[in-house]
């Protein structure tokens, strides 16, 4: 089944307050899933990552096995595809997690720009809203 993924993370202060958000889609444009999370404070990048993660496990729970995946940090998705290495620990640990989850799936990543589509507009909003509360007991939101 081939579905959609737009996903983005956001960092006020970089490293700062950060949240994450997703968007799956099918291929008739029915929302699927899509969450938010705070992520307390965290880089930018950290954000883009955990974003990706969220939106894997809901593709992967969808049973997606052709994913097209949307995200306007092109370092995200130049680190996904092999053109940049990964020289952060921790991002490299979020990469091996999110490739583990994506194993099965046809993954193809496009970098656009930031708002590019009514989509990446929802999870850019849905990421910044996310970063600016607080998250009781580190709990993740789940609903943007």
């Not at 993370?9 to 949240?19: D, H, L, T, V, Y």
């Not at 994450?20 to 929302?31: C, I, Q, Y």
């Not at 921790?90 to 799936?105: F, T, Y």
């Amino acid at each position: 089944m081939k579905l959609f993924l737009y996903t983005d993370g956001s960092s006020i202060g970089n490293p700062g307050a950060a949240g994450a958000a997703f968007l799956l889609r099918d291929e008739s444009g029915t929302t699927l899933a899509q969450g938010c999370e705070s992520l307390g404070v965290a880089t930018n990048n950290q954000a883009e990552y955990h974003a990706l993660l969220r939106g894997l496990e809901a593709a992967r729970a969808a049973g997606a096995t052709v994913l097209e995946w949307f995200a306007d940090s092109e370092l995200l998705v130049k680190q996904w595809t092999g053109a940049y290495q990964i020289k952060d620990p921790l991002l490299r640990q979020m990469w091996q997690r999110a490739r583990l989850l994506a194993q099965g799936m046809q993954i193809v990543a496009h970098a656009v720009p930031r708002n590019s589509s009514p989509e990446m507009q929802a999870v850019d909003r849905w990421a910044r809203e996310a970063a600016l509360r607080p998250s009781p007991s580190g709990a993740p939101s789940s609903n943007p």
